[in-house]
């Protein structure tokens, strides 16, 4: 499956964000290529998925809200918010208006903020890039990228971990793949 290359998405990203989102989402291409060197993935791919993983981050609701309609989206996201929607529902865009048919690649973006059991190298990749690229900067950030340098799956659980307390401590609502991937990485069910 094609998608296009990193120079030709580079501008099509820089117009869709503010400038400090769109800082975030070249770091964490960076921060792709960093952990797809240490696990003999493709750097290039990395960094593209990097790059486009918060394409739609900034869309208003409605727009999320009537693709889920024109797509036939499971009608459940309808009761979640952007903080879900832009992963899920925002590959859709990426496919239509980037021009990226790769479903690795929309794969990796679906599963950026809500993770899932199963996650290929190039899903492990970006949500652990998106976590801790270099202008992340919470408690523990060093020892999450130690953790995470040793072994990928390791920093999988850490960040499904560290996050699912955050919204439970936080009184928030868990989306129902993030509990089945939190069992599965750090739960080993
Ligand atoms: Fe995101
Ligand atoms: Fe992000």
């Given at each position: 499956?094609?998608?296009?290359?990193?120079?030709?998405?580079?501008?099509e990203i820089k117009a869709a964000l503010s400038r400090e989102r769109f800082e975030h989402v070249v770091r964490t291409g960076e921060y792709a290529v960093h952990l797809a060197e240490l696990n003999h993935y493709d750097t290039e791919?990395?960094?593209?998925?990097?790059?486009?993983?918060?394409?739609?981050?900034?869309?208003?609701?409605?727009?999320?809200?009537a693709e889920i309609d024109k797509k036939h989206l499971d009608p459940d996201l309808?009761?979640?918010?952007?903080?879900?929607w832009h992963?899920?529902?925002?590959?859709?865009?990426?496919?239509?208006?980037?021009?990226?048919?790769d479903e690795e690649l929309l794969n990796s973006m679906r599963r950026h903020t809500t993770a899932d059991v199963e996650m290929t190298t190039l899903d492990k990749i970006v949500f652990m890039a998106d976590f801790l690229e270099l202008g992340r900067n919470f408690a523990d950030t060093?020892?999450?990228?130690?953790?995470?340098?040793?072994?990928?799956?390791?920093?999988?659980?850490?960040?499904?971990?560290?996050?699912?307390?955050?919204?439970?401590?936080?009184?928030?609502?868990?989306?129902?793949?993030?509990?089945?991937?939190?069992?599965?990485?750090?739960?080993?069910?």
């Amino acid at each position: 499956m094609t998608y296009p290359k990193y120079d030709q998405l580079y501008p099509e990203i820089k117009a869709a964000l503010s400038r400090e989102r769109f800082e975030h989402v070249v770091r964490t291409g960076e921060y792709a290529v960093h952990l797809a060197e240490l696990n003999h993935y493709d750097t290039e791919k990395a960094r593209i998925g990097g790059l486009i993983h918060d394409y739609a981050k900034e869309r208003p609701a409605d727009d999320f809200l009537a693709e889920i309609d024109k797509k036939h989206l499971d009608p459940d996201l309808k009761n979640w918010n952007s903080a879900i929607w832009h992963g899920v529902v925002g590959a859709e865009f990426a496919k239509d208006e980037l021009g990226i048919e790769d479903e690795e690649l929309l794969n990796s973006m679906r599963r950026h903020t809500t993770a899932d059991v199963e996650m290929t190298t190039l899903d492990k990749i970006v949500f652990m890039a998106d976590f801790l690229e270099l202008g992340r900067n919470f408690a523990d950030t060093d020892v999450a990228r130690d953790v995470t340098e040793q072994s990928l799956n390791d920093g999988v659980a850490w960040q499904l971990e560290f996050s699912v307390t955050r919204l439970v401590r936080n009184h928030q609502a868990v989306y129902p793949k993030t509990i089945y991937a939190y069992n599965h990485w750090v739960g080993g069910k």
